[in-house]
């Protein structure tokens, strides 16, 4: 579903609720309101369809059921793998090294600082690319003991690059490290199966492909040792106590059924789109540089995920400009839009002063169509050259 009067090109914040998952929903926002761990026949019927959705992501990812736990996002499950985690590992190793990357998304990073600030962390960073890529050989490069956890995002939220998960895994494993994977930006967007990924741990969350806000999941590989990081009710197995959102769960597990279809049916009409958009865009606008990957190569980058840096831009200013024309986009992230700052993620990648403050990101969906694109191409062309003109750039 289109947002009215707007071209939506912000997927990679979030998606439209998509209609279907809202119908599952509907019974258990409206009559079957019942608490998930009661005992009576609503709530065994609500614990059946929580059970439902647990097995269908399962499936999707190559997981046992019982290696799922339901959460509120994204950000809380990357904070219980990670503090989870580290808590196991405390009584062994008494401040564990965690190895993780400058282009993870504030819900791992700011955990991991806030954990090496009070010292319950040896925090060291690997290297990053120029395209955004963490290279299994830099997170080999950062291990100094024998063992901890290794924290490495599947695909990036700015730049939409996708890391070697498996590469990384593989040394991770030979040196005793425990390996979580934010999957949150490629889970519905590409495949991933947590055995081809080879991880111990990975989040994701209901609300970027399609599903409701405030729902996420967590999966921890059977044997990985982790504890609880706040306590309760004890329900999903003592790790997420709190009582079930039954809804969002049932409408993940929907979203997640119909992303799984769309990866097959939809995701080469999304990258010809992608490319549309960047040809248009790289085109018809000097001074530009695509961020993230620029090789081509199928499966670097995420299908509907483009950004770009322009010279002598504010990125905030085109972002105003665009939205002025009905168009939803954003510099980046959701925390740095807005503010004049660059990104943790471009200064990362070391782009040139002039163009770090220029940074745009257009996200597509199932939804997005040609006509949008073109529409989108324009605007941000007649949006650069009149903020290059009014600045002098
Ligand atoms: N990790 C990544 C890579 C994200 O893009 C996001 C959301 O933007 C999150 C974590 C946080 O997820 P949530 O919004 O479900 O808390």
Redesign the pocket.
Same mark, same amino acid.
């Given at each position: 579903m289109a947002m009215s009067n707007h071209i939506y090109m912000d997927n990679?914040?979030?998606t439209a609720l998509d209609p279907q998952v809202l119908e599952a929903m509907m019974p258990y926002l409206t009559d079957n309101y019942a608490n998930a761990s009661g005992t009576y026949n609503p709530a065994s019927k609500a614990r059946s369809a929580v059970n439902k959705a647990r097995k269908i992501i399962a499936d999707m990812i190559g997981a046992e059921p019982d290696e799922i736990f339901f959460t509120?996002?994204?950000?809380?499950?990357?904070n219980i793998a990670i503090q989870g985690v580290v808590r196991a590992l405390f009584p062994k190793e008494k401040r564990p090294e965690v190895i993780s990357d400058d282009l993870?998304?504030? !819900? &791992?990073r700011e955990t991991l600082k806030a954990l090496a600030k009070t010292h319950l962390i040896d925090l060291k960073m690997a290297s990053t690319d120029i395209e955004g890529f963490i290279l299994p050989s830099a997170v080999s490069d950062s291990i100094h003991k024998h063992c901890g956890l290794i924290s490495v995002?599947h695909?990036?939220?700015e730049i939409g690059t996708i890391n070697d998960i498996r590469g990384i895994s593989e040394i991770a494993h030979e040196q005793g490290y425990t390996v979580h994977t934010? !999957? &949150?930006?490629s889970f519905g967007h590409i495949p991933v199966n947590v055995d081809m990924l080879g991880v111990d741990l990975l989040?994701a969350?209901?609300?970027?492909l399609g599903g409701p806000?405030?729902?996420?999941l967590l999966y921890v590989r059977r044997g990985t040792a982790i504890s609880p990081i706040m306590f309760g009710g004890g329900q999903e197995k003592g790790l997420r106590s709190g009582t079930y959102n039954t809804a969002g769960i049932v409408g993940f597990g929907r979203a997640a059924e119909l992303a799984a279809e769309r990866i097959r049916t939809d995701s080469d009409r999304i990258i010809k789109l992608r490319e549309r958009l960047v040809s248009g865009i790289m085109g018809g606008i000097p001074h530009t540089i695509l961020t993230g990957p620029v090789s081509g190569t199928d499966g670097q980058r995420l299908p509907g995920h483009a950004s770009f840096a322009f010279k002598g831009v504010q990125g905030s200013s085109l972002v105003i400009g665009l939205d002025i024309k009905g168009i939803c986009a954003s510099t980046g992230?959701?925390c740095s839009a807005g503010s004049n700052e660059p990104s943790h993620v471009l200064r990362a990648l070391k782009l040139p002063a002039d163009y770090i403050n220029g940074s745009l990101r257009l996200s597509l969906s199932h939804n997005t169509t040609a006509e949008e694109v073109d529409k989108v191409i324009e605007a941000v062309k007649n949006e650069v050259f009149k903020l290059r003109e009014i600045f002098g750039n």
């Amino acid at each position: 579903m289109a947002m009215s009067n707007h071209i939506y090109m912000d997927n990679a914040a979030t998606t439209a609720l998509d209609p279907q998952v809202l119908e599952a929903m509907m019974p258990y926002l409206t009559d079957n309101y019942a608490n998930a761990s009661g005992t009576y026949n609503p709530a065994s019927k609500a614990r059946s369809a929580v059970n439902k959705a647990r097995k269908i992501i399962a499936d999707m990812i190559g997981a046992e059921p019982d290696e799922i736990f339901f959460t509120s996002g994204g950000t809380e499950s990357d904070n219980i793998a990670i503090q989870g985690v580290v808590r196991a590992l405390f009584p062994k190793e008494k401040r564990p090294e965690v190895i993780s990357d400058d282009l993870e998304h504030p !819900a &791992v990073r700011e955990t991991l600082k806030a954990l090496a600030k009070t010292h319950l962390i040896d925090l060291k960073m690997a290297s990053t690319d120029i395209e955004g890529f963490i290279l299994p050989s830099a997170v080999s490069d950062s291990i100094h003991k024998h063992c901890g956890l290794i924290s490495v995002m599947h695909a990036n939220n700015e730049i939409g690059t996708i890391n070697d998960i498996r590469g990384i895994s593989e040394i991770a494993h030979e040196q005793g490290y425990t390996v979580h994977t934010d !999957a &949150v930006q490629s889970f519905g967007h590409i495949p991933v199966n947590v055995d081809m990924l080879g991880v111990d741990l990975l989040s994701a969350s209901a609300h970027k492909l399609g599903g409701p806000k405030g729902v996420g999941l967590l999966y921890v590989r059977r044997g990985t040792a982790i504890s609880p990081i706040m306590f309760g009710g004890g329900q999903e197995k003592g790790l997420r106590s709190g009582t079930y959102n039954t809804a969002g769960i049932v409408g993940f597990g929907r979203a997640a059924e119909l992303a799984a279809e769309r990866i097959r049916t939809d995701s080469d009409r999304i990258i010809k789109l992608r490319e549309r958009l960047v040809s248009g865009i790289m085109g018809g606008i000097p001074h530009t540089i695509l961020t993230g990957p620029v090789s081509g190569t199928d499966g670097q980058r995420l299908p509907g995920h483009a950004s770009f840096a322009f010279k002598g831009v504010q990125g905030s200013s085109l972002v105003i400009g665009l939205d002025i024309k009905g168009i939803c986009a954003s510099t980046g992230s959701a925390c740095s839009a807005g503010s004049n700052e660059p990104s943790h993620v471009l200064r990362a990648l070391k782009l040139p002063a002039d163009y770090i403050n220029g940074s745009l990101r257009l996200s597509l969906s199932h939804n997005t169509t040609a006509e949008e694109v073109d529409k989108v191409i324009e605007a941000v062309k007649n949006e650069v050259f009149k903020l290059r003109e009014i600045f002098g750039n």
